[in-house]
């Protein structure tokens, strides 16, 4: 399968199917590469082992020239020494303006690489090979960056890949929490944009679980197009992007609050549209059915919707949304649901009717 997106300044493909990792030399040539620029792969400690050999064997069969480096797997990588580590790394190999950078793993090193990318002598290209689920949502965009000891996703860039490819087979080593997590975010994208995707998710939800590979594919193809569809609106997001957050404001917060970790980004997105999504019926007199079927699907994919009240309590939370870029003054913004795939950016929620939703969402394990 493939998706192109298309922004004022740039256009590339997005190609979703099974093992087509040993394609990577053909799309490469499809894009108008030459063999003489070099490549140069950065994955992580638990990718690496896995895929890079044969990413790197493809490559040099085709007669690149291929370099890589490996970062310690997790959050934590995602930081201004490693981006240092990293252009050291580039430097030594001898990777000029020509050159391209291959992101190999999940959402921390697309972000990573990527930003790695965007600041190399000014921005070179890159290309992701998105390895987890929920880096079907981190790898199309173009947001790329790393984290302050201040906070997440401070330093960084706009930096669009030259071309993505996913190859579903990566997602049979992924662990399972890891799996659910990306499906927070494939909903996401369902319940924002798409009804008749919903549905489809409702319906298919025990082989996508079980990583059928036209499902899965079909999945992320769907979730991707939702994506493309709202980003090549607003790239810069200066208005619709901001949809993408559904969840995330709760999310966000509960990530924080708990300690990285506690939560994968997925279950705390899940808790976070399960409070945005109650928080429509009291703000926007949403129907409480849409609750209940927003609900219903998170379940199907084993996400929680409930937080659990010893990790954190509701003030930190409420002081944590605040600090958010998104909360201005004492306003909240929240994105809310008027109906089943339908959603959107809310101004001026007041603090009480917060509190009355972080009542309804505590008590999960
Ligand atoms: P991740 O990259 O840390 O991957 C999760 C874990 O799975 C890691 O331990 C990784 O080593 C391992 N892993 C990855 N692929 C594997 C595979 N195929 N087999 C076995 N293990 C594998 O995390 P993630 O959930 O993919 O991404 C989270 C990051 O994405 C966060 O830093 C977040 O800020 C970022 N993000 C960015 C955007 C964006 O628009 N740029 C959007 C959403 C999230
Ligand atoms: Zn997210």
Known sequence: KKLTVSLDHCQYPIYIGKGILAKLPEVLQEAGMTFR????????????????K????????AGYEVGMAIVPAGESSKNLQQLEHLIGECLRFGLDRQSVIIALGGGVIGDLAGFVAATYMRGI????????????????????????????????????????????????TLPKRELISGFA???????????????WLEQNSEELMALHAEKIS???????????????????EVGLRAILNYGHTIGHALEAVAGYGVYTHGEAVAIGMAGAVRLSTKVLGTDKQVVVKTEKLLHAFELPTQYNPSHVTDELLLQAMKRDKKVRNDEY??????????VELVRGIHEEQIRTILQEIRGGK
């Not at 620029?37 to 890079?52: G, T």
């Not at 079909?218 to 810069?236: F, L, N, P």
């Not at 913004?333 to 339908?342: A, I, K, R």
Request: overall charge neutral.
């Open 37 to 52: 620029r070099k490549l140069f792969i950065i994955s992580d400690s638990h990718v690496a082992p896995l895929y890079s």
């Open 218 to 236: 079909e999945a992320i193809y769907r979730g991707c197009q939702v994506k493309v569809a709202v980003v090549s609106q607003d790239e810069k």
């Open 333 to 342: 913004s929240f994105v809310l649901t008027s109906d089943l795939g339908s």
């Open 125 to 172: 290209p890159f290309i992701q090979i998105p390895t987890t689920l929920l880096a079907h949502d981190s790898s199309v965009g173009g947001k790329v960056g790393v984290n302050h000891a201040l906070g997440k996703n401070v330093i960084g860039a706009f930096h669009q890949p030259m071309l993505v490819l996913y190859d579903v087979e990566t997602l049979n």
């Open 54 to 61: 044969q990413v790197q064997t493809v490559l040099e069969k």
């Open 185 to 199: 975010e494939v909903v996401k994208h369902a319940l924002i944009w798409d009804p008749s995707f919903i549905k």
